[in-house]
Structure formats: structure tokens, C-alpha cells
């Protein structure tokens, strides 16, 4: 299973952006795909998750109201689009996939992680 993330960049705050995740080379029916960020020094952290239906979605606190998790399932493809971004949010962000049904926000119970993308926000 290959997991390619896409789309990070350098913004000012207040800017958008949208992160892609393309997966292959494995069965996603029914898979949780997921974005967690590390930034530097700091414990990889949940951002957000959508359920296959996208009937369940999840988001970090910090983030709510700011990002939307969205899916292609014929792209095998989730989305994050990032608005009104802050400087806090600066990071590698990372996709993941969890052979669940259910969304969950713990990086463990995440099997298959993409390389990761830069987001940096200057104030």
C-alpha cells in the first residue's frame, strides 16, 4: 500500500490550502483514511478523519471549523481542504489509512502512512 501526499506549500496566515492523498496498491473498501501533523519537536498529533461513506467525520479541536476532510473513494483519493491557517498549523502533514469502520483519532490504530507534506505558515 503506497499513500502520496501532495500539496503543502509556504503561506501567510489568514491563507488556504488544499492537501491531497492519493492510495494504491492495495483493497480500501471500507477504510478510515485519515491527516495527522508533526511539527518540529513535537508528538505526531490527529488533524481529522472520514469514515468510507463519509457519514463520520472527526477533526481535532484545534482545527474545527477551519478544515474539511473530504473523499473520492473511485480516486481512492481524501482531501483537506485548510482555511483561514495560522501559524500554529505549520507541520509535516501526513495521510494515513486504518482498516476500520469506524472513524479514530489514535496515529496506533493507523497500519499504512504516506511520506508526509510541508505546510509552513509565516505570520
Known amino acids: 500500500v503506497q499513500l502520496q501526499a501532495s500539496g503543502g506549500g509556504l503561506v501567510q496566515a489568514g491563507d488556504s490550502l488544499r492537501l491531497s492523498c492519493a492510495a494504491s496498491?492495495?483493497?480500501?473498501?471500507?477504510?478510515?483514511m485519515g491527516w495527522f501533523r508533526q511539527a518540529p519537536g513535537k508528538e505526531r498529533e490527529f488533524v481529522a478523519a472520514?469514515?468510507?461513506?463519509?457519514?463520520?467525520?472527526n477533526y481535532a479541536d484545534s482545527v474545527k471549523g477551519r478544515f474539511t476532510i473530504s473523499r473520492d473513494n473511485a480516486k481512492i483519493t481524501v482531501y483537506l481542504q485548510m482555511n483561514s491557517l495560522k501559524p500554529e498549523d505549520t507541520a509535516v502533514y501526513y495521510c494515513?489509512?486504518?482498516?476500520?469502520?469506524?472513524?479514530?483519532?489514535?496515529?496506533?490504530?493507523?497500519?499504512?502512512w504516506g511520506q508526509g507534506t510541508q505546510v509552513t505558515v509565516s505570520s
Open positions: 494515513a489509512v486504518d482498516r476500520s469502520l469506524v472513524v479514530r483519532t489514535q496515529r496506533y490504530n493507523y497500519d499504512y
Open positions: 496498491g492495495g483493497t480500501f473498501s471500507s477504510y478510515v
Open positions: 472520514i469514515s468510507w461513506s463519509g457519514s463520520s467525520i
